[in-house]
C-alpha cells in the first residue's frame, strides 16, 4: 500500500498519485487501483471527463488503472481480495482527512509546494512529525526553483526529492520514469 498527502490543498497530491498509477500500470505492467480518501470529488469529475459517465460502480477504470472514488477504510478489505499488486491512497491535504490509514500505508510521499505561500505548511508538518516519531515517509517537493529547493533543504533539513514536471499526469515521460524508479 502506498499513501500520497499533500501538505497542502493544491500541492498537486491528486496529480502525482495519477502519475504513479500509470507509471505502475502502464509502465511496469503492474495491476493497480488508486483509492481517493478526501472530499475532493476529483475522482468523480475524472470520471465524467475521461470515461463520459458519472455515478457508474466502484472501481472505474482510466487506461490500465483502477480508481476508486468516494473510498474510506471500509473499502481496504473489499479492495485487497481483488489481487491487486499496488493499492495506492490518496489522501488529500494532511490538513484535512484521514490520517490513521497514512500511517499504516507501507510506503508514504508527502507532496509539498516550495512557493512562497505553501512552503510553511510543508515545513509545519515535517518538524511536527518529525519530532513525534522517525521520519518514516518520503518528501517530494513541486513548484519552486531549485535554489528555493535547497535553501529549505539546508535551512531545515528536509530532504525533498522534486517531482519532475508533467502536464498530463497520464503519460509517463522517461524522466519521470526514471524518478519513480529512483524512489520506489
Known amino acids: 500500500m502506498i499513501g500520497i498527502a499533500g501538505s497542502n490543498v493544491g500541492v498537486g497530491c491528486t496529480h502525482f498519485s495519477i502519475m504513479l498509477a500509470n507509471y505502475l500500470t502502464g509502465y511496469l505492467r503492474r495491476k493497480a487501483i488508486l483509492l481517493e480518501f478526501n472530499e475532493s470529488g476529483d475522482f468523480e469529475r475524472l470520471e465524467q471527463v475521461c470515461t463520459g459517465q458519472t455515478g457508474r460502480k466502484n472501481p472505474y477504470r482510466i487506461l490500465d ?4 472514488k468516494h473510498a474510506g477504510p471500509e473499502n481496504i478489505k ?14 488529500g491535504s494532511v490538513k484535512d482527512g484521514e490520517h490513521e490509514s497514512y500511517w499504516r500505508c507501507d510506503k508514504k510521499f508527502l507532496v509539498g509546494s516550495l512557493t512562497e505561500w505553501q512552503q510553511e505548511s510543508f515545513r509545519e508538518f515535517e518538524m511536527e512529525k518529525r519530532a513525534k516519531q522517525k521520519k518514516s515517509w518520503q518528501s517530494l517537493a513541486v513548484f519552486g526553483s531549485e535554489e528555493t529547493r535547497r535553501e529549505f533543504s539546508r535551512r531545515y533539513r528536509i530532504n525533498a526529492e522534486r517531482i519532475p514536471f508533467s502536464a498530463d499526469a497520464f503519460s509517463v515521460t522517461e524522466e519521470c520514469g526514471e524518478f519513480f524508479k529512483r524512489i520506489l
Open 78 to 91: 473489499e479492495v485487497l481480495l481483488e489481487g491487486y499488486d499496488d493499492i495506492l491512497i490518496d489522501f
Open 65 to 68: 488503472a483502477d480508481y476508486y
